[in-house]
């Protein structure tokens, strides 16, 4: 039976029980990173939280497609429409092209998804390569006369669209301070809160390198367009769940709301989860801010990515979180607990004859209250640490009395959870222990059996020379690193 989910819903601020489209189907759009620098891991917190929503719909039966832009161009150095673009100041500062840095810094994210078990998108798509339907959008809102031109700029007119504010919930006066250095900048704007759609080559954009022809001239899209034009290009209007850190719940989001919903007349999502940021000595980790950290940094300091991982699980995605030091150091110390204890199970099963899966079911308990309790925790709009707890309540009840539990159903049970999880649990044996070492084992479980007990003792010395020491448990050998 299919897993009912509940999730919170920024539009409604309630949790609300999902339901899908289109039947078993489940289309979510996760805004991409601006790549002209190393994503920091406030912004990896965002996808991993974005992950755990992914494979929580998987586990629950959906077939889901996953549809992620990677913005290229006009994003500017404030949301906000204010400054200069992102991409060309970094290309001007590294001199190099910005389809260089692009190129790079879209390669270098690549990387740090995979280091962090974040799964791919299906479909990875670059503003630049959507510009023909960036256009189209824009014009669709000129025929509604929701867009208008002045000389440097195509805008949108937040006047002619009376949602504009519902999924920030502020008042509409509430945006105009921040808009007013760009009123200054363009005198023929209708409201400060109008946001541009396209940006002219002229004035501070006159040396823009990426421009594209179009109906007002050579320029770019502002920021915002791309994510409309791309989610309604792989999804269709409305789809499923939109999300986000929570930054964009008053600007790109409302935004892109404004442009799909006024040009289509339909929702452009039914449901719009935020992640809630990373702090760093309690401001939230920016590249703008100077304080944040990369995944190299990180691993500089001897940390594993899924050491931060399985940091970021270990609160709910709308908490906000302050990064410290110690407790990536905890994290990690936990994650290496369960490793040892994963390999553990794995290497009794090598080891030790089968008998443990040999006992009569009956006198085996049954995990299935740990799954409906892992189940509840994650249905329950992702809730992580409720999940990671229950892993621990497994792990506690089987160190206790091991013969509760076969080793069989004890593996499968956490593998399934790590479908969620995403820690690689699986993949957690195969480097556990050197084929060298698994043959000395063996050789030490046979004299054991022969009663050779000093060849047994010589061999479990060799075994700690090459790092590694084995437990007789009455279960039989447990080997773990040193
Ligand atoms: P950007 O590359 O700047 O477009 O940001 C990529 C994603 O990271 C967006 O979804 C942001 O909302 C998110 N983000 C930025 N800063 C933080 C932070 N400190 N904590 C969590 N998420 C963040
Ligand atoms: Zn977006």
Same mark, same amino acid.
């Given at each position: 039976m299919k897993i009912k989910l509940k999730l919170y819903d920024t539009l409604t601020r309630r949790k609300e029980a999902f339901r899908p489209l289109r039947k078993n189907r489940a289309g979510l759009y996760t805004c991409g990173p601006t790549v002209y620098n190393y994503a920091h891991i406030g912004n990896l917190r965002t996808y991993v939280f974005e992950d755990i929503l992914r494979r929580t719909l998987e586990y629950a039966g959906y077939r889901v497609r996953h549809v992620m832009n990677i913005t290229d161009v006009g994003h500017l150095t404030s949301d906000a429409d204010e400054g200069e673009d992102k991409m060309e100041r970094e290309a001007e500062k590294e001199k190099r092209s910005v389809w260089d840095i692009a190129r790079f810094y879209t390669d270098a994210f690549l990387k740090d998804i995979a280091r962090l078990n974040i799964k791919k998108a299906h479909v990875l798509s670059p503003a630049t390569k959507n510009i023909r339907e960036q256009i189209s959008l824009i014009e669709r809102l000129f025929k509604k006369g929701i867009a208008y031109e002045t000389s440097q700029a195509v805008y949108f007119d937040v006047s002619r669209f009376p949602g504009y504010t519902k999924l920030s919930?502020?008042?509409?006066?509430a945006k105009k301070t921040r808009a007013r250095e760009e009123v200054a900048a363009d005198p023929e704007k209708r409201q400060a809160q109008d946001f541009a759609l396209w940006f002219k080559r002229v004035g501070k954009f006159s040396n823009h390198t990426m421009r594209w022809p179009s109906p007002w001239g050579d320029g770019f899209p502002g920021w915002h367009i791309e994510c409309s034009a791309i989610s309604t290009k792989?999804?269709?209007?409305?789809?499923?769940?939109?999300?986000?850190?929570?930054?964009?719940?008053?600007?790109?989001?409302?935004?892109?709301? =404004?442009? *799909?919903? /006024?040009?289509?007349? #339909?929702?452009? @999502?039914?449901?719009?989860?935020?992640?809630?940021?990373?702090?760093?000595?309690?401001?939230?980790? =920016?590249? *703008?801010? /100077?304080?944040?950290? #990369?995944?190299? @940094?990180?691993?500089?300091?001897?940390?594993?990515?899924?050491?931060?991982?399985?940091?970021?699980?270990?609160a709910h995605y709308r908490s906000q979180m302050n990064f410290t030091w110690e407790s990536l150091s905890a994290a990690q110390r936990s994650l290496e607990r369960l490793s040892n204890f994963v390999r553990s199970l794995h290497e009794t099963k090598s080891y030790i004859p089968k008998y443990r899966d040999r006992i009569p079911v009956s006198g085996i308990r049954s995990l299935e209250k740990y799954s409906m309790a892992f189940e509840r925790g994650v249905s329950d709009d992702l809730n992580m640490p409720k999940a990671l707890a229950v892993v621990w309540e497994l792990v506690t009840a089987y160190n206790k009395n091991p013969d509760a539990f076969s080793v069989k159903s004890m593996r499968a049970a956490l593998n399934d959870f790590d479908r969620v999880l995403g820690l690689g649990l699986k993949n957690m044996k195969k480097k556990a222990v050197p084929a060298r070492v698994k043959t000395l084992?063996?050789?030490?479980?046979?004299?054991?059996?022969?009663?050779?007990?000093?060849?047994?003792?010589?061999?479990?010395?060799?075994?700690?020379?090459?790092?590694?020491?084995?437990?007789?448990?009455?279960?039989?050998?447990?080997?773990?690193k040193l």
């Open positions: 919930r502020q008042k509409l006066s792989y999804l269709g209007q409305p789809f499923d769940i939109h999300t986000g850190g929570t930054d964009h719940i008053t600007v790109h989001h409302a935004n892109e709301i =404004a442009q *799909s919903e /006024g040009a289509y007349g #339909t929702p452009l @999502a039914r449901i719009w989860m935020h992640g809630e940021f990373l702090l760093i000595s309690g401001s939230k980790m =920016a590249k *703008s801010a /100077g304080g944040f950290y #990369t995944l190299d @940094a990180l691993a500089e300091k001897g940390f594993s990515p899924i050491a931060f991982r399985y940091l970021v699980l270990t084992v063996a050789a030490r479980e046979s004299a054991r059996r022969k009663r050779d007990w000093e060849k047994a003792d010589a061999l479990r010395e060799k075994i700690k020379s090459l790092g590694y020491l084995v437990k007789d448990t009455p279960e039989g050998a447990e080997i773990n």
